[in-house]
């Protein structure tokens, strides 16, 4: 079972926008509405912020939101803050033996 | 509240074994599955290994190659790793994690134990 596919950084101001994508294939995102997102700091647990593809859990601002089309899952962080900065890792189910996968992670900064 | 206490990492020599524990409290264990999830240096997290919330299935990741085998203790609330025949490549932080039922995500993490195998 080969990890999901992000890009491995993006970036933006404060205030703006940024979207990581998250691509699989049919037997993992694209078969199953089982896709989460994680935030990761530095020597930190990660911490759920998206589940169910678009779900957030109580506490997770509404900045961050999820999506799903076809084998791409997505996240979005509205409004970029300065603690957003930080690893963010997808998540899957994946039909078969192996049953779960990662994405590859991405690094945020916040220019 | 929930807590995930993982403990057993340490240093180790290639192809010797290790013992990971994941000491659950704050909710009842034995109506979860739970995960074992291990990051190496630098890198992003790889998932390992899954048990059900009675024990009775277990799944691994495809480099396991059955090296690992996973357990759980409900009576005591806590999860088990036990890893033999380590190389290089297993030297991560070892996570372990609780997964809710049926959306297959995880709501809560443990702060991770670091397994360092070289000679």
């Known amino acids: 079972q080969s990890a999901l596919t992000q890009p491995r950084s993006v970036s933006g101001s404060p205030g703006q926008s940024v979207t990581i994508s998250c691509t699989g294939t049919?037997?993992?995102?694209?078969?199953?509405?089982?896709v989460s997102w994680y935030q990761q700091h530095p020597g930190k647990a990660p911490r759920l912020i998206i589940y169910a593809v678009n779900k957030r859990p109580s506490g997770v601002p509404d900045r961050f939101s999820g999506s799903k089309s076809g084998n791409t899952a997505s996240l979005t962080i509205s409004g970029l803050q300065a603690d957003d900065e930080s690893d963010y890792y997808c998540y899957s189910y994946a039909g078969g033996h192996t049953l779960r996968v990662f994405g590859t992670g991405t690094t945020v900064t916040v220019l | 509240q929930v807590q995930l206490v993982e403990s057993g990492g340490g240093v180790v020599q290639p192809g010797r074994s290790l013992r990971l524990s994941c000491t659950a409290s704050g909710f009842t264990f034995s109506t979860f599955s739970m995960h074992w999830v291990r990051q190496a240096p630098g890198k992003g997290l790889e998932w390992v290994s899954l048990?059900?919330?009675?024990?009775?299935?277990?799944y691994y990741a495809d480099f396991v190659m059955g090296r690992f085998t996973v357990s759980r203790d409900n009576s005591n609330s806590t999860m088990f790793l036990q890893m033999n025949s380590l190389g290089p490549d297993d030297t991560a932080v070892y996570f372990c994690a609780r997964e809710s039922p049926f959306l297959v995500y995880h709501d809560s993490w443990g702060q991770g134990t670091l397994v360092s195998v070289y000679s």
């Open positions: 049919v037997r993992d995102v694209g078969g199953y509405n089982y």
């Open positions: 048990v059900s919330h009675d024990g009775d299935e277990k």
